[in-house]
């Protein structure tokens, strides 16, 4: 079975500071995908980043970049120069390679920036 | 209309009550998901459609019964709720599901109220 793990439920940081948010993996799949979504207040789940198994180099899109380190199952997210628009809930997801499976999600952080 | 469109937005219902939600995808994806998240939970996979055929039920109680009559349309028809049922559903699509690099694009979800 695969599970996500996301050990902080809220974090704060101010306003063109960087963050990282934490996202441990289980999963016995050799090939895998990671993902982080953005949940605004609105309720809508915002694709931000991803990054497969087999990559070696850590994904980067704009101010995020994802942090993988494969032996320790981690696939932090870090958001730099925070903005307040960023403040929303952060999902850690994955999904394995075998037909038909789905995303599944962590409990998520919530990201709290302030100016 | 582009993206994945949910409505209704918000609903509310009694327990005795039938009622259904709808999703629309114009991505041409091949794969549709519905997902419940409840407060302080990570989201739940509910439902898995490939190519309008229905491969994932995750133990998903009767009271909820989806329907794919094509892959652009997915519907989740409710009845007999209870009070814990209410949460925001959210629908999903991608392409062909069982792809690990294949992220999801996700409506606004629909925030559902059993009273």
């Known amino acids: 079975a695969q599970k996500i793990t996301q050990t902080q439920p809220g974090m704060f940081v101010q306003e063109k500071e960087a963050v990282t948010l934490d996202c441990t993996y289980d999963?016995?799949?050799?090939?895998?995908?990671l993902f982080w979504y953005k949940q605004p207040s609105s309720g809508e789940m915002i694709f931000l980043i991803y990054?497969?198994?087999?990559?070696?180099q850590n994904a980067t899109e704009g101010r995020y970049s994802l942090n993988f380190q494969k032996a320790r199952k981690s696939a932090n997210l870090v958001i730099s120069a925070s903005q307040l628009g960023d403040s929303a809930m952060y999902f850690c997801?994955?999904?394995?390679?075998?037909?038909?499976?789905?995303?599944?999600f962590g409990k998520g952080t919530t990201l709290s920036v302030s100016s | 209309e582009t993206g994945v469109t949910q409505t209704p937005r918000h609903l509310v219902m009694g327990m005795t009550n039938k009622k259904s939600l709808k999703c629309e995808q114009h991505?041409?994806?091949?794969?549709m998901y519905w997902y419940k998240q409840s407060a302080k939970k990570p989201l739940e996979l509910m439902f898995v459609?490939?190519?309008?055929?229905?491969?994932e039920n995750n133990s998903v109680p009767s009271r909820f019964s989806p329907e794919c009559p094509n892959s652009s349309h997915l519907f989740l028809h409710l009845h007999t709720l209870q009070p814990e049922d209410s949460a925001l559903y959210l629908c999903?699509?991608?392409?062909?599901?069982?792809?690990?690099?294949?992220?999801?694009?996700f409506g606004q979800g629909t925030r559902l109220t059993v009273v």
């Open positions: 997801a994955m999904r394995g390679d075998q037909a038909g499976t789905a995303l599944i």
């Open positions: 990054q497969g198994s087999y990559d070696e």
């Open positions: 999903a699509s991608s392409h062909l599901a069982g792809t690990a690099n294949t992220e999801a694009f």
């Open positions: 991505l041409g994806h091949n794969a």
């Open positions: 999963t016995s799949d050799q090939s895998y995908g």
């Open positions: 459609y490939n190519f309008k055929e229905q491969t």
